[in-house]
DNA sequence: AAGTGTCTCAACCGCAGCCGC
DNA sequence: CGCGGCTGCGGTTGAGACACT
């Protein structure tokens, strides 16, 4: 009977799908109450990181394009550790994503780019917080376009284009990885997630028994259990 | 093949800001 | 206006995967 001792560590596909469920019927804006009403045990914190970083449909997988790359670093050099106002410049990527994708990939290519520049006694912006202790803007951007030959003009029109890519052809995108069925279907029929949240309004009249939401789920299991 | 080191990423924690009462 | 609850953000941790010896 330790029913009020919260669940911590990994999720379950089960858990996972309690929660997609209870998010599509209540928004994903509600999280304290989401986690009390699934019966899920877990903080509504815990909840909103694991639809946010995981659970969400229209998140991409994989690595980060070079084209991304270069957006994560120039907006970094401009906004410092802003992860997630860097992650609303990067559709798809979450700021938990990036802030892991600085740690290691970026740290990583510091490092090696530290080496020549110890020499020289320049300070890699790489290894600041950002704008506060980097070197000037001017410089890093004018560093950066020298370096790559693609300026930032170029980069928002590769996300530009990528974004229309990207958002059109979501569905089916998403649908080649492991991704949810249930969602796919959804927005097949043209169901916005903007439309799914407003459900939230009619959440009270909503609200299905537990058992029925199980059962919808199992329809769209494989996306989660691989 | 086994052991060890390194990397990756999901998840937790603490704090700050916002909002309703 | 102050308080309490909730949400979101940034930093950190740790388990599992992978690479190397």
Redesign the pocket.
């Known amino acids: 009977m330790e029913q009020n001792e919260l ?5 379950t596909d089960q858990e996972d799908m309690i929660l997609i469920n209870f998010v599509h019927l209540f928004g ?6 989401i986690a009390k009403v699934s019966g899920l045990n ?1 903080t ?3 909840c ?3 639809w946010v ?2 659970l969400h449909p229209g998140l991409k997988r994989g690595k980060m394009t070079p084209q991304e790359e270069r957006l994560v670093l120039e907006l970094h050099a401009k906004w410092g ?5 860097i992650a609303r410049k990067l559709p798809g990527r979450t ?3 990036i ?3 600085w ?3 970026i740290r ?1 290519k510091a490092q090696e780019k530290k080496k020549p520049m110890s020499r020289t006694g320049k300070v890699s912006f790489y290894d600041t ?1 950002g704008p506060n202790t980097a070197a000037s803007e001017g410089e890093k951007s004018q560093e950066f376009e020298d370096e790559k030959g693609y300026s930032m003009d170029d980069i928002w029109k590769d996300i530009d284009m990528s974004e229309e890519k990207m958002i059109k052809p979501l569905t089916a995108n998403y649908c080649d990885q492991d991704c949810c069925n249930i969602f796919c279907h959804s927005m097949e029929k043209d169901i916005s997630w903007d439309s799914l949240w407003k459900m939230e309004e009619d959440e009270s009249k909503m609200f299905l028994p537990f058992n029925q939401s199980i059962s919808y789920f199992e329809y769209g299991t494989s996306y989660l259990t691989g």
């Open positions: 669940r911590k560590g990994p999720w994903h804006r509600r999280w304290d109450y877990r509504g914190k815990s909103r990181l694991r970083n995981y550790n802003r992860w997630s106002r700021d938990n994503e802030k892991n994708y740690r290691t990939h990583k917080g």
